[in-house]
C-alpha cells in the first residue's frame, strides 16, 4: 500500500508549485485562464453522438446523515383568472458533501492565505467575499473533460478507505484508457461513491472516509488542469495534518473544483461509447461576492 505523505511534502506541492502571479497579482480568474476561446472550439468538437449526461446529484432537500442541513424548497401555486401560475422558494447552504457545486476561488485557505495570498479576514464579509468570488466565472466553464475511471482501472466498484486514489495511479489510468490530459482541461475523477452508499454507511464523514490522496495534487499541477470533477473528495483524514490536501489546488493553482459530482451515468456512457474525452460545461450562478454555486455540470459526448 501506498504510504501517507508528511506535512513538508504535501506544502511543498501547494506553496513550492502554486500558480500565485501567474495571471498577474490581481488575478481572479485562476487556472479557468487556461481555457482559451481556441481550447473552447477544441473541444467542442468532441461532441460526435450528441449525448448529454448530467454529473448533478438531486436538490437535497431529505434531511440525511451526510446532509444535516437540507435544502429548501417551497412551491406557490396561485390563481389568475380561469388559470393560474406556480413558483418556487430555494434555499441551501450548498458546501458539504450533499449538493453537487463548484467552488469559487475564495472557499478554501490555509496559513499562507487565500488564492494569491489574500487575506480572507479581510476578504471575506458578511455580505460576500470581495476577493475570487465566482461570478469571476460568469462565462461559464467549458472545456474538455476526461474522465479517469478508478473502478473500472481496479476492477473493483468503489475506492476503499485503504486504498485511496494517488497521483501514480491516475497516470496509470489516463494510459490505460488511451487519453492525455493536458492544459486546461478538466479531470474528471470516478471513484465510486454511489456504489459506495450502496454497500456501506453513507460516505461522507470529516474523519474518515475514501478518496483522493493528497499526491494527487502532483497530477493536477504537472498536468496543467483547469478544474477537478470528483464524486469522492480528499481522503480523510487529511495527509500531514494540513487543512486541506487536494482542495488545496483551489487556493494554490487556482481550480475551479466541482464536489459531489454523480458519476456513475457518465462512466457507463462513456464505457458504452469507447472514449472518455467529451465537452465538460458548467455555468455557476452569476453571484457576486459568492464563495461557489450549485450547479448542474454536463459532459456532451
Same mark, same amino acid.
Given at each position: 500500500?501506498?504510504?501517507?505523505?508528511?506535512?513538508?511534502?504535501?506544502?511543498?506541492? /501547494?506553496?513550492?508549485?502554486?500558480?500565485?502571479?501567474?495571471?498577474? &497579482?490581481?488575478?481572479?480568474?485562476?487556472?479557468?485562464?487556461?481555457?482559451?476561446?481556441?481550447?473552447? &472550439?477544441?473541444?467542442?468538437?468532441?461532441?460526435?453522438?450528441?449525448?448529454?449526461?448530467?454529473?448533478?446529484?438531486?436538490?437535497?432537500?431529505?434531511?440525511?446523515?451526510?446532509?444535516?442541513?437540507?435544502?429548501?424548497?417551497?412551491?406557490?401555486?396561485?390563481?389568475?383568472?380561469?388559470?393560474?401560475?406556480?413558483?418556487?422558494?430555494?434555499? %441551501?447552504?450548498?458546501?458539504?458533501?450533499?449538493?453537487?457545486?463548484?467552488? *469559487?476561488?475564495?472557499?478554501?485557505?490555509?496559513?499562507?492565505?487565500?488564492?494569491?495570498?489574500?487575506?480572507?479576514?479581510?476578504?471575506?464579509?458578511?455580505?460576500?467575499?470581495?476577493?475570487?468570488?465566482?461570478?469571476?466565472?460568469?462565462?461559464?466553464?467549458?472545456?474538455?473533460?476526461?474522465?479517469?475511471?478508478?473502478?473500472?482501472?481496479?476492477?473493483?466498484?468503489?475506492?476503499? /478507505?485503504?486504498?485511496?486514489?494517488?497521483?501514480?495511479?491516475?497516470?496509470?489510468?489516463?494510459?490505460?484508457?488511451?487519453?492525455?490530459?493536458?492544459?486546461?482541461?478538466?479531470?474528471?475523477?470516478?471513484?465510486?461513491?454511489? &456504489?459506495?452508499?450502496?454497500?456501506?454507511?453513507?460516505?461522507?464523514?470529516?474523519?474518515?472516509?475514501?478518496?483522493?490522496? *493528497?499526491?494527487?495534487?502532483?497530477?493536477?499541477?504537472?498536468?496543467?488542469?483547469? *478544474?477537478?470533477?470528483?464524486?469522492?473528495?480528499?481522503?480523510?483524514?487529511?495527509?500531514?495534518?494540513?487543512?486541506?490536501?487536494?482542495?488545496?489546488? %483551489?487556493?494554490?493553482?487556482?481550480?475551479?473544483?466541482?464536489?459531489?459530482?454523480?458519476?456513475?451515468?457518465?462512466?457507463?456512457?462513456?464505457?458504452?461509447?469507447?472514449?472518455?474525452?467529451?465537452?465538460?460545461?458548467? *455555468?455557476?450562478?452569476?453571484?457576486?461576492?459568492?464563495?461557489?454555486?450549485?450547479?448542474?455540470?454536463?459532459? /456532451?459526448?
Amino acid at each position: 500500500m501506498a504510504r501517507d505523505w508528511t506535512r513538508a511534502e504535501v506544502e511543498e506541492q /501547494l506553496h513550492g508549485r502554486s500558480n500565485w502571479g501567474r495571471w498577474g &497579482a490581481h488575478d481572479q480568474v485562476g487556472a479557468v485562464n487556461l481555457i482559451t476561446a481556441a481550447k473552447r &472550439a477544441e473541444a467542442a468538437q468532441l461532441v460526435r453522438t450528441g449525448r448529454s449526461v448530467s454529473l448533478s446529484r438531486p436538490f437535497p432537500t431529505r434531511p440525511h446523515v451526510d446532509n444535516p442541513r437540507p435544502a429548501s424548497h417551497y412551491t406557490t401555486k396561485t390563481p389568475r383568472g380561469t388559470g393560474g401560475i406556480s413558483g418556487d422558494y430555494y434555499g %441551501i447552504e450548498y458546501h458539504g458533501v450533499a449538493s453537487t457545486h463548484v467552488d *469559487a476561488l475564495c472557499h478554501v485557505w490555509d496559513e499562507r492565505g487565500l488564492w494569491q495570498g489574500r487575506d480572507p479576514d479581510v476578504e471575506l464579509t458578511s455580505r460576500g467575499s470581495l476577493w475570487g468570488s465566482v461570478d469571476h466565472w460568469r462565462e461559464g466553464i467549458v472545456t474538455r473533460g476526461v474522465l479517469l475511471d478508478v473502478p473500472a482501472f481496479r476492477g473493483e466498484p468503489y475506492v476503499t /478507505l485503504d486504498r485511496p486514489v494517488h497521483g501514480d495511479e491516475l497516470e496509470e489510468i489516463a494510459e490505460a484508457q488511451g487519453v492525455c490530459v493536458g492544459p486546461g482541461d478538466a479531470v474528471v475523477v470516478h471513484c465510486g461513491r454511489d &456504489a459506495w452508499d450502496r454497500e456501506n454507511p453513507p460516505w461522507g464523514t470529516e474523519e474518515s472516509r475514501p478518496g483522493l490522496h *493528497a499526491s494527487c495534487l502532483t497530477f493536477l499541477r504537472d498536468h496543467d488542469c483547469a *478544474a477537478l470533477a470528483w464524486d469522492m473528495l480528499d481522503r480523510a483524514p487529511n495527509d500531514g495534518g494540513v487543512p486541506w490536501t487536494v482542495h488545496g489546488a %483551489i487556493f494554490a493553482y487556482g481550480l475551479a473544483v466541482v464536489d459531489n459530482c454523480a458519476l456513475e451515468p457518465l462512466a457507463a456512457a462513456c464505457a458504452e461509447e469507447g472514449r472518455h474525452e467529451f465537452l465538460f460545461v458548467v *455555468a455557476p450562478l452569476v453571484v457576486e461576492g459568492g464563495t461557489g454555486s450549485p450547479a448542474n455540470p454536463l459532459a /456532451l459526448l
